[in-house]
């Protein structure tokens, strides 16, 4: 989810600044920028300036990125300053420059990519300890400083996506889940039939393309409990699904052919165990842990196996968020109140997803786990504009990803920070895409 500046139309005003709103626009400021500190702090100088995978930035492209967002929306187009370093601009857009080269770019190297961004910092918290969290609509809210914040911590999520590619010994340390953990009391929970409210039109740090609220409405159908299991794939692959094509969508069996795929990303086998690589640990394949770095296409490739299907993004977000029992549609899976480590694992507390069927607390109003946090989850669905969609501040951060190119992904992972998930918020990617923190889970026709 890359983005340049375009301006574009303003959605309707929100409601006014809830008291408070300064000061978590400070911490969250604050928390995204201490874990890029830590990211980008923890490999040396060479690390930060190699590419470690073509489908990836070099590191320390991230952070000057980070910084020149930063400068570009808060001090440029808030506060209204010139320019800091006009040259780089160019260097530091997304769309001018594919991932695969930047690393042939001008770049600032990592001490001067660190000034840079230190000192946009700097004056963004003069800006903010001054500025009326109202008035306009990138100011309303507070919502241009939940953007960037945001912004910083989608692009945290992509350099520990990068470190997870990166070859060598660990860097990063965590520690496991050892999350609250109740057994599911069935596989899958019925959702009913009917209309909901999708979307929303009163969060204030909603991107534009959680709006507006709208009515939806689905027929009844059953969805997973919790999420695929490492060891229900597993059986897919035992059962020679990556061999039978009769599961596979036509461009998922061409890819799985052309590349040799026969099992999630970083997955081999050896003496007869199935092993992965985990940001630079190599470790048995955790059963009862949600499949991660699978595509689009071996997840709708298993759900057929299983005699099942992805579900709808409508139908995700319902389960998720509809409250049957009045009839509204909550913020979040458990409630309005914001995350805690109790209810989902998110925020890279942990390097890794908690074993299914945990966070009982964190559940559905009719009872479905994890949906966020720990994965992210694979839907049928093509990212497409709700009805009523404006783009704003800028086309770029959705309007031009809109069609069949990319598949919505729900929930958030581990790798996610509480700032930038929510029951309403919209992931997408292309359909062949398995470095990401992708899982899934499956849906049934009542």
């Known amino acids: 989810m890359e983005d340049r500046d375009r301006p574009a139309p ?27 500190a830590g990211l980008t702090d923890a490999v040396s100088d060479p690390d930060l300036t190699a590419q470690h995978s073509p489908l990836m930035s070099p590191l320390v492209w991230d952070l000057a ?8 929306w808060l001090l440029r187009r808030v506060e209204g300053r010139e320019a800091m370093r006009p040259e780089i601009d160019p260097l530091y857009d997304a769309f001018q420059h594919p991932r695969s080269e930047r690393p042939g770019l001008p770049l600032l190297g990592p001490a001067e990519a660190r000034r840079y961004a230190a000192e946009v910092r700097g004056r963004v918290l003069d800006l903010l300890e001054r500025t009326p969290l109202e008035g ?3 100011l309303d809210g507070g919502f241009a400083f939940g953007m960037i914040a945001q912004h910083e911590q989608q692009h945290d999520e992509t350099m520990l996506i990068t470190h997870q590619l990166r070859s060598g010994p660990p860097v990063l340390a965590a520690p496991d889940p050892g999350a609250p953990w109740d057994p599911p009391p069935a596989p899958e929970v019925l959702v009913p039939g009917g209309v909901f409210t999708m979307g929303t039109s009163t969060e204030p740090w909603a991107l534009d393309n959680e709006r507006p609220a709208h009515p939806r409405e689905t027929e009844p159908f059953f969805i997973d409990t919790v999420p695929v299991t490492n060891a ?12 039978e094509p009769r599961w596979w969508a036509a461009e998922g069996w061409e890819q799985v052919h052309r590349h040799g795929i026969g099992a999630p990303l970083f997955w081999h086998q050896e003496g007869g165990q199935w092993l992965r690589r985990r940001f630079g640990v190599v470790e048995p394949v955790p059963p009862e842990e949600p499949v991660l770095h699978v595509s689009w296409y071996e997840a709708d490739a298993w759900a057929r196996w299983a005699g ?13 968020r509809h409250r049957p029992e009045t009839g509204r549609s909550a913020r979040y899976p458990w409630g309005d109140a914001e995350p ?9 507390r942990h390097l890794r997803p908690a074993r299914a069927g945990s ?3 964190g559940a559905s109003a009719l009872g479905v786990r994890q949906l966020i946090g720990d994965v992210w989850e694979w839907t049928a669905s093509d990212f497409l504009p709700y009805p009523g969609f404006r783009a704003f501040p800028y086309r770029e951060y959705s309007e031009v990803f809109f069609g069949a190119a990319h598949k919505v992904l729900r929930g958030g992972s581990f790798a996610v920070a509480p700032a930038a998930c929510r029951g309403t918020f919209r992931n997408w990617d292309l359909p062949v895409r398995r470095q990401i923190f992708s899982g899934f889970r499956t849906a049934r026709d009542v």
């Open 10 to 36: 303003a959605p309707a005003r929100p409601a006014p600044a809830p008291p408070g709103l300064r000061e978590r626009a400070h911490a969250e400021l604050a928390a995204a920028r201490a874990r890029t």
């Open 65 to 72: 990125h980070i910084g020149n967002q930063e400068e570009l």
């Open 136 to 138: 306009t609509p990138l």
């Open 232 to 243: 229900a794939f597993q059986a897919f692959i035992e059962d020679g699904g990556y061999a």
């Open 308 to 320: 099942r299907r992805l579900p709808t993004e409508a139908e995700w977000e319902k389960a998720a």
């Open 340 to 348: 805690t480590p109790d209810l989902a694992n998110l925020g890279q």
């Open 359 to 361: 966070y009982p607390a």
